[in-house]
């Protein structure tokens, strides 16, 4: 199983970056998908899921309005689109993939429901 993120990069205040996980080894549109932040020095955060067929969304209260995840079954490939980004947004981004059926809030924001992950891709947000 593979989970390969891409599209962080470098951009300033109030910027646009999309990232991608492509997901490989697995039915991916089986796999409910979440994606995962972590700061220098803090807990990995939720910051969004998205359900098996992309149904239903949720969203960590500090990017609602400013991210949408969504996915593409056909290319397995899952995504976050991030607007008005903000310096604290600034972690490694990291995608994970959940076959539990409990794919509920609050449970589908726990690390622990999820059973594949990816490196991680950095964003840097400058002020």
């Known amino acids: 199983v593979q989970l390969v993120e891409s599209g962080g990069g470098l951009v300033q205040a109030g910027g646009s970056l999309t990232l991608s996980c492509v997901v490989s080894?697995?039915?991916?549109?089986?796999?409910?998908m979440g994606w995962f932040r972590q700061a220098p020095g803090k807990e990995r955060e939720f910051v969004a899921s998205?359900?098996?067929?992309?149904?239903?969304?949720h969203y960590t209260e500090s990017v609602k309005g400013r991210f949408t995840i969504s996915r593409d079954n056909a290319k397995n490939t899952l995504f976050l689109q991030m607007n008005s980004l903000k310096p604290e947004d600034t972690a490694v981004y990291s995608c994970?993939?959940?076959?539990?059926?409990?794919?509920?809030?609050?449970?589908?924001?726990?690390?622990?429901?999820?059973?594949?992950w990816g490196q991680g891709t950095q964003v840097t947000v400058s002020s």
């Open positions: 994970a993939a959940s076959l539990n059926s409990n794919f509920v809030p609050p449970l589908n924001q726990q690390p622990q429901l999820y059973d594949h």
């Open positions: 998205i359900t098996w067929g992309g149904g239903t969304t």
């Open positions: 080894g697995v039915a991916f549109s089986r796999y409910a």
